[in-house]
């Protein structure tokens, strides 16, 4: 699975939660820039990915966000952190009916002003998936062509691994 490819099925897990109403790609400060953001939100930055050369796997590295606006006395700041952990976990876990894997994550419960008053949670998550990598393929009589080209194609010709 291409990162492109996990980046849509992280999104469309997360939109298919009812607490969330919007995604914001990339940077959760883009937040700032929404005045009339849609709470509950979920953000997504991207870490450092890992691929390792005998493996057919590889790490994709995220950090996940869970934001919704507080109340003027923030008397919902408790809740909306509970909620965050559970969104952002239900969102996790859903990802591996697609394919997608993590065995660890850890959250972290924050108040942020971003365009409004926030709190929310994010989580440090690795995400493994596999990969789709071509291998090279080498063939013994690579350029060289009989007078009949029909006896070149019908010969069958094996990659060398």
Not at 2 to 28: G, W
Not at 57 to 83: A, H, P
Not at 134 to 144: L, M
């Amino acid at each position: 699975m291409t990162l492109k490819e996990t980046i849509m099925t992280i999104e469309a897990v997360a939109l298919n939660q009812p607490s969330v109403n919007m995604v914001v790609r990339n940077d959760i400060f883009r937040l700032n820039a929404t005045q009339d953001a849609r709470y509950g939100v979920f953000g997504w930055t991207q870490q450092q990915h890992i691929e390792e050369m005998d493996t057919d796997i590889i790490t994709y590295n995220f950090t996940f966000f869970y934001v919704d606006r507080l109340t003027e006395d923030k008397g919902n700041e408790v809740e909306i952190q509970s909620v965050g952990i559970s969104t952002l976990s239900n969102i996790i876990r859903a990802l591996q009916e697609k394919g997608i894997y993590a065995d660890l994550w850890q959250y972290q419960t924050f108040n942020q002003r971003f365009h409004d008053e926030c709190a929310g949670v994010y989580a440090n998550v690795a995400l493994q998936v596999n990969t789709n990598f071509v291998c090279e393929e080498e063939f013994s009589d690579a350029g060289s062509f009989n007078s009949d080209y029909n006896d070149d194609f019908r010969t069958t010709k094996k990659p060398i691994f």
